[in-house]
């Protein structure tokens, strides 16, 4: 677990209730201002997060992605949030329940993170695989967490076309398993690291799935509280 995946399925469960309440309340967020037109309900993996076409990853967007997923805000949270877990419940057991454990499942976590993400990065520039999530918001609900699982597994090329994401199958499991040459005796098994690459595709969904209903939800909670001060200076 980790904290970005926790609060995917927070946000997940509160857009779940927010769609039963209030049915088609996250596509209607996002509908044209044109009268009649209903927003699509047909998943296009290959949709944008906006209405103009998303231009190709550059170079120095592929760095970026890279430290960004490695020591960003959110990154260094789950962090905290994974080690502290592992730490509590004392998994692995190799590193022990103490201060020190803590530091070393953090370190371990983010090294390997970081040779993930570099490994996803360079190798997809080799066949202009984009590593970047793009949101389907124009769909239903049911369409958008079904985008968000395909993604986990699949990327867009140049063109922006839908492909499978050879770089984070290679790179997830590749490095989870040359990880092996440094960690503590107990950590360093087969069985561990296929564990590490299953909770690792598993971060990327819940990581998908925040970014695709995060900005629904800022958006909503940012709208209602500046109505809200809206009300309250006009009294």
């Keep these: 677990m980790n904290y970005k995946l926790s609060c995917s399925i927070f946000l997940l469960a509160s857009a779940a209730v927010a769609q039963t309440i209030m049915p088609g309340t996250l596509a209607s967020a996002v509908v044209p201002d044109s009268a009649g037109e209903a927003p699509s309900s047909s998943y296009n993996a290959a949709s944008t997060s906006s209405s103009d076409a998303r231009q190709p990853i550059t170079a120095r967007e592929r760095v970026d992605w890279a430290v960004r997923g490695t020591i960003g805000p959110e990154s260094l949270a789950a962090g905290l949030f994974s080690a502290g877990w592992g730490t509590l419940v004392d998994s692995p057991k190799t590193y022990g329940s103490h201060w020190e454990g803590f530091g070393d499942r953090y370190g371990m976590r983010l090294s390997g993170l970081a040779a993930s993400n570099t490994a996803e990065a360079g190798l997809g ?63 360093d098994t087969a069985d561990r690291a296929a564990i590490r690459t299953g909770l690792g595709f598993l971060s990327r969904f819940g990581g998908n799935t925040f970014d695709e209903f995060w900005p629904d939800v800022h958006r909503r909670l940012f709208h209602r509280n500046r109505s809200s001060d809206q009300a309250l200076l006009g009294k």
């Design 125 to 187: 520039a080799i066949w202009g695989e984009d590593p970047r999530y793009n949101r389907d918001e124009s769909a239903s609900f049911s369409h958008r967490i079904g985008h968000a699982a395909k993604m986990t597994f699949l990327a867009q090329d140049r063109d922006g076309n839908t492909m499978p994401a050879y770089a984070r199958l290679i790179a997830i499991p590749g490095t989870n398993f040359l990880s092996n040459t440094w960690r503590a005796p107990g950590d």
